[in-house]
């Protein structure tokens, strides 16, 4: 449960301004879509305005996102799963715009990590209670700093290893599609699997490594409810790095089920750091942010303290 401290009431600029939407009416196959109307009508229940922004590509959502931040939102509610909140943080970061998460996608891992409920309609409630009562909680986001300056905000986990390679290659395949798809790129980079070099940088520190995965946490989870960095908390102003070294095929299909339990980080090859700047250096790596394609290695990641206000 995220603390409540004595500036959790902030007045400003947007405690007059519409609550803003973005949904993606095909996060979690679909299986929302139905109730969007409800889930709409209960943070109207606030007594606030809504806006629904449309927009019909992952670009035209964050721009959309943007504008409607830079246009005086009061609020901004991601109603999807971890892909369309990474879309709308990229607004709402470091601007004081309060900002609240309905998971109602596949992968929900940052709503549920920062205490939203996973039914939908229980997290619109609490989102519509915390307008009502002008109650926002600070929250820590990840600021990722690529070679060229370009700059993005993660809430999750970052992946810079095995499993950011399996998502590209699965994004480059045409077939099959679904599920199955994502299964067969592990097949095929399991074939694959070597440890590769890595420089760390944690907090200016130099850390030479020989690694088949690379997480760097500002929540616990990723990956639908993997405990991956288990102990990191969003409001410690710090990011745990996790890092799992020179790994078999064999121990990592062995060890990777403890992940769900968080158990992982007893294994002899697993190591945890915590810092509040990670430099992360590899060869032909991509990385993956809340589980959106990002920028390619190196990326310098920093902690941000207080740089969402969450609506709980």
Same mark, same amino acid.
């Given at each position: 449960?995220?603390?409540?401290?004595?500036?959790?009431?902030?007045?400003?600029?947007?405690?007059?301004?519409?609550?803003?939407?973005?949904?993606?009416?095909?996060?979690?196959?679909?299986?929302?879509?139905?109730?969007?109307?409800?889930?709409?009508?209960?943070?109207?229940?606030?007594?606030?305005?809504?806006? %629904?922004?449309?927009?019909?590509?992952?670009? !035209? =959502?964050?721009? #959309?996102? *943007? /504008?409607?931040?830079? &246009?005086? $939102?009061?609020?901004?509610?991601?109603?999807?799963?971890?892909?369309?909140?990474?879309?709308?943080?990229?607004?709402?970061?470091?601007?004081?715009?309060?900002?609240?998460?309905?998971?109602?996608?596949?992968?929900?891992?940052?709503?549920?990590?920062?205490?939203?409920?996973?039914?939908? %309609?229980?997290?619109?409630?609490?989102?519509? !209670? =915390?307008?009502? #009562?002008? *109650? /926002?909680?600070?929250? &820590?986001? $990840?600021?990722?700093?690529?070679?060229?300056?370009?700059?993005?905000?993660?809430?999750?986990?970052?992946?810079?290893?095995?499993?950011?390679?399996?998502?590209?290659?699965?994004?480059?395949?045409?077939?099959?599609?679904?599920?199955?798809?994502?299964?067969?790129?592990?097949?095929?980079? %399991?074939?694959?699997?070597?440890?590769?070099?890595?420089?760390?940088?944690?907090?200016?520190?130099?850390?030479?490594?020989? $690694?088949?995965?690379?997480?760097?946490?500002?929540?616990?989870?990723?990956?639908?409810?993997?405990?991956?960095?288990?102990?990191?908390?969003?409001?410690?102003?710090?990011?745990?790095?996790?890092?799992?070294?020179?790994?078999?095929?064999?121990?990592?299909?062995?060890?990777?089920?403890?992940?769900?339990?968080?158990?992982?980080?007893?294994?002899?090859?697993?190591?945890?750091?915590?810092?509040?700047?990670?430099?992360?250096?590899?060869?032909?790596?991509?990385?993956?942010?809340?589980?959106?394609?990002?920028?390619?290695?190196?990326?310098?990641?920093?902690?941000?303290?207080?740089?969402?206000?969450?609506?709980?």
């Amino acid at each position: 449960m995220l603390p409540v401290t004595a500036d959790d009431h902030p007045t400003g600029p947007h405690a007059g301004g519409p609550v803003v939407v973005l949904t993606n009416p095909t996060a979690g196959r679909g299986r929302h879509r139905a109730v969007l109307p409800r889930l709409l009508d209960g943070l109207a229940a606030a007594g606030r305005p809504v806006r %629904l922004l449309s927009a019909s590509s992952p670009g !035209e =959502a964050e721009a #959309a996102c *943007r /504008t409607a931040v830079a &246009d005086g $939102a009061g609020a901004l509610v991601a109603i999807g799963g971890d892909g369309t909140v990474h879309l709308a943080l990229q607004a709402a970061a470091g601007t004081g715009v309060p900002f609240g998460a309905v998971p109602a996608g596949t992968g929900n891992d940052f709503a549920l990590d920062t205490g939203f409920p996973a039914d939908p %309609l229980a997290a619109v409630a609490v989102i519509a !209670e =915390a307008l009502r #009562a002008g *109650r /926002t909680h600070a929250l &820590d986001l $990840a600021r990722m700093t690529g070679v060229d300056g370009t700059h993005r905000w993660y809430g999750a986990v970052l992946a810079a290893g095995f499993d950011a390679i399996v998502n590209e290659r699965a994004n480059r395949m045409r077939w099959p599609r679904g599920p199955r798809r994502y299964d067969l790129a592990i097949l095929v980079e %399991l074939a694959r699997l070597r440890p590769r070099r890595y420089t760390l940088r944690l907090d200016g520190e130099p850390h030479e490594l020989d $690694a088949v995965l690379v997480a760097v946490g500002n929540c616990p989870t990723y990956g639908g409810g993997m405990r991956i960095c288990p102990d990191a908390d969003p409001t410690d102003g710090l990011l745990d790095v996790v890092v799992a070294g020179r790994v078999n095929r064999r121990t990592l299909v062995r060890v990777k089920p403890r992940i769900y339990r968080g158990t992982h980080l007893s294994h002899p090859l697993v190591r945890s750091y915590r810092a509040r700047t990670v430099e992360l250096t590899a060869e032909g790596i991509t990385t993956y942010a809340d589980g959106e394609r990002s920028l390619d290695l190196p990326v310098t990641i920093t902690a941000v303290p207080g740089a969402l206000r969450l609506l709980r």
